[in-house]
């Protein structure tokens, strides 16, 4: 192997999540923390409530932030489409997200290309990973950081 080319790459073990919207963790009710969470919030899927009286004590609160993940999360869809179809240097089509998992390419806003595919999902990636940390923080969900 020389030392600036890596091994052909091993098959995928694992698909990939374009979005992460569900996980197993079990978790306190992110109100009063004491009762197990058996409510996941229906659209944005990060914080989970006791009963109906937790989740409704909480609404206001978590309505901001349910909406700027659900409005990122359909960001981050959105900017995954041209992914499944990229066209990598040597001209072959491949889906990011199925194939080639070892070799995506660097995103071009390392070389100041804001405009290009990959970094354009790069920067919607990361906005809704802050909007689900934040509500982590904020609501003390431990489902929020999983599926950040």
Not at 109 to 131: E, K, Q, T
Request: proline share 4%.
């Amino acid at each position: 192997m020389d030392g600036d080319q890596f091994s052909e790459s091993l098959p995928a073990v694992r698909k990939v999540s374009i979005v992460c919207s569900e996980t197993k963790t079990e978790s306190q009710c992110s109100v009063c923390f004491v009762k197990k969470g058996q409510i996941t919030c229906w659209f944005c899927q990060a914080v989970r409530y006791c009963g109906s009286k937790c989740k409704k004590q909480q609404r206001l609160k978590h309505e901001h932030w349910c909406k700027e993940i659900t409005k990122a999360v359909e960001e981050v869809k959105a900017r995954a489409e041209p992914l499944k179809a990229y066209k990598l240097p040597d001209n072959s089509i491949v889906n990011l997200f199925q194939d080639n998992l070892g070799k995506l390419p660097i995103p071009s806003y390392f070389y100041g290309n804001l405009d290009d595919p990959v970094s354009l999902y790069y920067s919607a990636r990361m906005d809704l990973i802050h909007d689900l940390k934040t509500v982590g923080r904020l609501n003390n969900s431990k489902i929020a950081y999983d599926i950040a």
